[in-house]
């Protein structure tokens, strides 16, 4: 499993995914985000786009932003789009009231992040939230911090700042939810008989 960084102290054990997320994490244990998402087709839905389809330019899409690609889904009020020297999207920065990320992981578990600003490398599959960024993944748990960054590829997880996490218990396999207060579960309760007055 992959450390989690606090401003310098380990943590081993969880790692959180997000996935990205967005948010996606490293404290959550072999979460990585859905193998295959960075080779489908990019789409975009805004209010308005301007920019350039060529090299080294950037294109800004503005309201009600969706990027999708695969089961990543980023949103927010504005994105910026940087394609590299092949015309290819190699980095994604959203603003937002607060901008959202979210992927499916191998295991089809559901990471989110967010924060108001989100600054997506497509190329090496990292993420970067600031500042007050959020990342939890389903099941497990999450992670705040005035920054945080994930990388998708091998979930290791970094915090600076106010940083806190909540790590989920693992369910047990077979167990049953405890009997509701007074010994009786609900349904026992509304299948006894009523006693007579």
């Known amino acids: 499993m992959k450390p989690f960084r ?44 301007s920019g350039f389809n060529a090299p080294n330019t950037v294109t800004t899409l503005t309201g009600h932003v969706v990027v999708t690609q695969g089961t990543m889904k980023a949103t927010g009020d504005i ?23 979210q992927q499916l992981d191998d295991n089809d578990k559901l990471m989110t992040g967010e924060a108001p600003t989100l600054d997506y490398d497509n190329i090496n599959g990292i993420a ?10 389903q099941d497990t748990g999450d992670a705040r911090a005035d920054k945080l960054t994930y990388n ?10 106010n940083v806190s996490a909540t790590y989920l218990p693992k369910p047990k396999p077979g167990k049953t939810a405890p009997p509701a207060q007074g010994g009786a ?3 026992a309760a509304s299948t006894a008989p009523a006693s007579k007055p």
């Open 6 to 49: 606090d401003s310098g102290a380990r943590f081993g054990g969880l790692v959180v995914r997000s996935c990205a997320a967005l948010v996606m994490i490293g404290f959550l244990p072999c979460a990585h985000a859905k193998t295959g998402d960075r080779n489908q087709p990019m789409n975009t839905t805004q209010d308005s786009v």
């Open 79 to 101: 994105a910026h789009l940087y394609l590299d020297a092949d015309s290819q999207i190699s980095r994604i920065v959203v603003t937002g009231n607060p901008a959202h990320i």
């Open 128 to 137: 970067v939230l600031t500042p007050h960024g959020v990342v939890t993944e």
């Open 152 to 161: 998708t590829n091998t979930t290791y997880f970094t915090g600076d700042g």
């Open 185 to 187: 579960t609900p349904a």
